[in-house]
C-alpha cells in the first residue's frame, strides 16, 4: 500500500538573515523571513510527508503564532513528522522536490541538499531528489522577491513480518 502526499510553502527574501535550505545554510543567501529558520524546503518536504500520512499540515503541529517556534530548526519539523508518519505505519519510500529561486544559483549545492535532507528523513541520499528552478522573471519569485519550493513523498506501509 502506497500514499503520496504534496507541499508547497513560500517566503519572502529577507537579506538581513542567514539563508537555511534544506537544512543547510547558504552563506551568499539571500534570507527569507519567516518565524522559524525559514528553510522553504524543509517546510514543503514537511508538509508532503503529513499529507501523504493523512496527518494535517505543519501548522498544526508548529504554528507560527507560537513562541516557541520562533528561529526553530525546520530539521526539526521533518523529523517529526517522519516519526509521526512511522507511528502511524508508513515509512517514507521518496522524496522529490523543487526549489524555485533567482539567487544563489543552487546547482553547486544540489548533491549537499539532498545529502543533509536524507540524514534528517533517516533516508539514503538515492531516495532524495532536489530540482532548482529560476522564476524566469516572472511572479514573486521571479522578481526576486520571494523563494518557494515544491514537494511530494511517497510513503509505504513496510512488509509485516
Known sequence: MMR??????????????????GGVIIEEGPGLA???????????????????AALGDIGQYFPPTDPRYAHADSADF???ATRLARDAGWEVANIDATVRAERPKLAPYIAHLRRR??????LDPGQVSVKAKSGEGLDAVGRGEAMAATAVVLLERPPTR
Open 78 to 80: 521533518l523529523r517529526v
Open 34 to 52: 519567516g518565524h522559524s529558520d525559514a528553510d522553504v524546503l524543509l517546510h514543503a518536504i514537511t508538509d508532503a510527508v503529513l499529507g501523504a
Open 117 to 122: 535532507i536524507a540524514e534528517i528523513a533517516a
Open 4 to 21: 503520496v502526499g504534496q507541499g508547497e510553502d513560500i517566503h519572502r527574501i529577507d537579506d538581513a538573515r542567514t539563508l537555511v535550505l
